[in-house]
């Protein structure tokens, strides 16, 4: 059982800086930050979950099934990641590409301490044995105030690519050969940036790519020597009560600091029929994703291809919702739509098939979800992209960036796209 504590404070901004210092004395941390973008289906501004009291931490095989065990018996909040490579118990699947980082395929913690802002409330949901600790620690926070230091991350980390310009182009000519034959109609191609033998600090690392950014779906992870750094601006499924609710990516802009330039690539991408044809793909295999647990007739297209504006790109984002059943399980909506269509392709494991034997590295936590279930069940996971990944044992790093490879794909203008979702992350990394 949790204790709940409401308490009114006057700097909401200043509080949420000292509150994610405050809580980096601890081995497993989450924080998510919406970066006060107004969502629709939003729950918080800011929310800090601290102290594991318990864990799952699998790798794939049957980790549906452990996870869905571990959210039953535990029957509260609980925190985590699924990985990309999850697929593999979702479907036939393998994943045997080279995996520098080495992060499990899932990890889940039940919080001892959960700390929440909406405007200008902040809310304390403890765990009863650390209850009373909730006063002490208000104060604690209330006192202090972080300055934000701006722009502080580790220089000079050398950047190095697992694939070189040529055989991206290469691989992407293999792609668009298996669209041509029919065997898929679009593909998420992705390629890893690394460094080895880095020392850095994630906390700095991740204020610097946030200050940068500005992601609805921001957030850092500290799982021991693990850690995520994630400026995410997509939704991958979200489920309050009987509804879920799903906000696929695809279309992807640079902005301009010139207004008006800035304006008329927002239109462009608006009207671009290959950005519209990769979005709507996407939305149609979505659609039957969320059917599979549905009440007949209840999926809904809400949104379709709105762009939206962020720090460094513009992005056309689909909004698609359902109701489902109420004996379905929360843990069973998830794996059932799961890896998300905005990262695979369709059909769908065809395209996992393919761009497993194409890409050079392991995906892990890149492309898959983090995330939280509340005790009632429902529950709100990203997609992780945009994302710095750090072994920190390991001294190993690792962020990765893709594109939607459809018919009408210019291997040069995606690789450009590449580039351009790459740029905060490069920004931070080098300084």
Known sequence: MRKKSVYTIDDPLGFKESL????????????????EHRDTYGSFDALLAL????????????????????????????????????????????????????????????PKKIIRIIGNRVEFLYLNMVANEIMEDFDTLNRSRVLNPGFIADKGVSIKMRIFKDEYFKNVDRILSHI??????????????????????????????????????????????KYILSASPERYLKKIGN???????????????NRTKDEELRIN???????????????????????????????????LCE????EQVHQMISTISAKIEDDVHAVDLIKDTFPMGSMTGAPKISAMK??????????????????????????????????????????????SVGSAITAKSIPEKEYEECLVKAKAMRKVLEG
């Open 51 to 110: 102290d594991g009291l318990t864990a799952l931490i699998t790798d794939s095989k049957n980790a549906f099934s452990d996870l869905k065990e571990y959210q039953s018996e535990t029957k509260d909040w609980i925190f985590g990641y699924l990985s990309y490579d999850l697929k593999n118990d979702t479907e036939n699947l393998v994943s045997y590409n080279d995996d520098g980082l080495e992060f499990p395929d899932l990890y889940f913690f039940q």
């Open 20 to 35: 994610l210092s405050w809580g980096q004395e601890h081995d497993e941390v989450v924080w998510l930050d919406s970066n």
């Open 354 to 399: 393919i761009i497993e034997k194409l890409e050079t590295f392991k995906r892990g936590v890149y492309s898959g979800a983090v995330g939280y279930f509340t005790s009632e069940s429902d529950f709100d996971f990203n997609v992780v992209i945009r994302s710095i990944l750090y072994n920190e044992t390991k001294q190993y790093l690792s962020y």
């Open 307 to 310: 762009v939206y504006s962020f």
């Open 180 to 225: 041509h034959k029919g065997d898929i109609y679009e593909a998420n191609f992705c390629q890893e940036f690394y460094a080895e033998n880095v020392s850095l600090n994630p906390l700095h690392s991740y204020k610097a790519l946030n200050a940068i950014s500005k992601a609805p779906f921001s957030t850092y992870i500290k799982l021991f020597d």
């Open 269 to 303: 991408l608006k009207n671009d029929e290959k950005e519209r044809s990769e979005n709507i793909m996407i939305v149609d295999l979505v659609r039957n994703d969320l059917s599979k647990n549905a009440e007949k007739g209840s999926v809904t297209v809400e949104e």
């Open 243 to 257: 509804k879920i609710i799903s906000q696929p990516i695809k279309g992807t802009a640079p902005r301009s600091a």
